[in-house]
Nanobody, 114 residues
Framework: QVQLVESGGGLVQSGGSLTLSCAAS????????MGWYRQAPGKQRNLVAT???????KYADSVKGRFTISRDNAKKTVYLQMNSLKPEDTAVYYC????????WGRGTQVTVSS
């Protein structure tokens, strides 16, 4: 089975920081691209950041300069370091892996208070 398990979400004040983790199993992690997405209530699920198997990264304009995506192939984990958090960052954050199929984690809640 392919499993993606997110962790690290929580409640933080505006301007604070959180680090999200996504632990993968059942896949050849090192050869697959990974991504973080988020979905606020009543909104579509949108791209936050992606990282290729080569380590190339891409970010949504709304988080560029504040968020950093990284991966540890030995631990089969992708991270999202979030700094200078804003209330508009409040959402459920999901990790995603692209193989011949697409797999999603169940998400972790991030809430940023004013």
């Amino acid at each position: 089975q392919v499993q993606l398990v997110e962790s690290g979400g929580g409640l933080v004040q505006s301007g604070g920081s959180l680090t999200l983790s996504c632990a993968a199993s059942g896949i050849r992690f090192s050869i697959n691209d990974m991504g973080w997405y988020r979905q606020a209530p009543g909104k579509q699920r949108n791209l936050v950041a992606t990282i290729t198997r080569a380590g190339d990264t891409k970010y949504a304009d709304s988080v560029k300069g504040r968020f950093t995506i990284s991966r540890d192939n030995a631990k089969k984990t992708v991270y999202l370091q979030m700094n200078s958090l804003k209330p508009e960052d409040t959402a459920v954050y999901y990790c995603k892996i692209n193989t011949v199929h697409t797999y999603w984690g169940r998400g972790t809640q991030v809430t940023v208070s004013s």
